[in-house]
């Protein structure tokens, strides 16, 4: 069966200081995978996806960057974190045509930035 | 991009008593699907509805999409503690993408 595994679970970090958030998959080939942030009580925001290797896209202009080193493997990064970068930051992935299929969520990291 | 909008995005239930989330869209969509987050967790799917006017039960928790495709129903019986939480609509967007809503966060009183 497919697992999904996210670290650290909890993050605090002082601000200007680099963020590293890991994502892993397995028992899949070939996923589409998403870094979502969520605010305190609020809805999900797209922040990356990427369909294979090497391959990120982008929703929205902002202090962070991702990167899909091998192919279950998805990394979120920040040079310098900002007070804004704080959140709960979800990892999920789905196969085929993105958008048309379930998503399958990480438990999260909650990052909080002093 | 793709928006789907959530009513009401608060409720307060009382247990046994029923409630009703909805998501409106202004565009077709191709399917609607509906996930819950318990708090403290992390989005879980609960079903995907595809066809016009498409009727799935799970339970106590019946899921319509509209004759048009333009609008999606949660509805839940006799409420149990067990269903507080938020949950989200979603619907495809472009290439890959997934437009979650904003939620309705339910608070369930004993």
């Known amino acids: 069966s497919q697992t999904i595994h996210q670290w650290p679970a909890t993050l605090v970090q002082p601000v200007g200081s680099p963020l590293s958030l890991e994502c892993t998959v397995e028992g899949t080939s070939n996923p589409n995978l998403y870094w979502y942030r969520q605010a305190a009580g609020r809805g999900l925001q797209l922040l990356f996806y990427?369909?294979?290797?090497?391959?990120i896209s982008s929703e929205v202009p902002q202090n962070l960057s991702a990167s899909r080193p091998q192919d279950r493997q998805f990394i979120l990064s920040s040079k310098k974190l900002l007070l804004s970068d704080s959140g709960f930051y979800l990892c999920?992935?789905?196969?085929?045509?993105?958008?048309?299929?379930?998503?399958?969520f990480g438990p999260g990291t909650r990052l909080l930035v002093l | 991009g793709q928006q789907v909008m959530q009513i009401p995005q608060y409720q307060h239930v009382q247990e046994g008593e029923d409630f009703t989330t909805y998501c409106n869209s202004s565009t077709t969509l191709s399917n609607i699907q509906w996930y819950k987050q318990r708090p403290g967790g992390h989005p879980v799917f609960l079903i995907q509805l595809v066809k016009s006017g498409e009727v799935k039960k799970q339970k106590r928790l019946t899921f319509q999409f509209g004759e048009a495709k333009k609008n999606s129903s949660l509805h839940i019986t006799a409420t149990q503690t067990t269903d507080v939480g938020t949950y989200f609509c979603?619907?495809?967007?472009?290439?890959?993408?997934?437009?979650f809503g904003k939620g309705n966060q339910v608070v369930v009183i004993p």
């Open positions: 999920a992935w789905d196969i085929g045509t993105g958008g048309t299929e379930t998503q399958y």
């Open positions: 990427s369909v294979g290797i090497g391959q």
């Open positions: 979603a619907a495809p967007y472009g290439n890959n993408r997934l437009a």
